[in-house]
């Protein structure tokens, strides 16, 4: 089993950066393929962003690309969403989450993810 704490969340203008960190601790993290989810109100939870476990593969929701960079530091046990440009619609609550066994045909699903953060909020004022 992994725990994950997410932080970074904050209030922020509109073009304002953020960076979201996801600590974990227990299992290995490195044995983990990780994922950033969001979720605004009224909606279904969405995916943002992947990462697999050394980090050489990534993909991205195409309303983030090119705004957002998910990355990890296995030695840290920590993953990370750098948010740039941030936009009204980015906010949500963001989760991170870790699938143990790598299904990365079907990351963008959050049934896929073994493991939750309680999740950090995110808001971008207009």
């Known amino acids: 089993q992994v725990q994950l704490v997410e932080s970074g969340g904050g209030l922020v203008p509109t073009g304002g950066s953020l960076r979201l960190s996801c600590a974990a601790s227990g299992r290995i993290f490195s044995n983990y393929d990780m994922g950033w989810f969001r979720q605004a109100p009224g909606k279904e939870r969405e995916f943002v962003a992947y990462?697999?476990?050394?980090?050489?593969?990534?993909d991205y929701v195409d309303s983030v690309k090119d705004r957002f960079t998910i990355s990890r530091d296995n030695a840290n046990n920590t993953v990370y969403l750098q948010m740039n440009s941030l936009k009204p619609e980015d906010t949500a609550v963001y989760y991170c989450?870790?699938?143990?066994?790598?299904?990365?045909?079907?990351?963008?699903?959050?049934?896929?993810?073994?493991?939750w953060g309680q999740g950090t909020q995110v808001t971008v004022s207009s």
């Open positions: 989450a870790a699938d143990a066994r790598s299904r990365s045909g079907i990351r963008r699903q959050s049934a896929t993810y073994d493991y």
């Open positions: 990462i697999n476990w050394i980090g050489i593969i990534r």
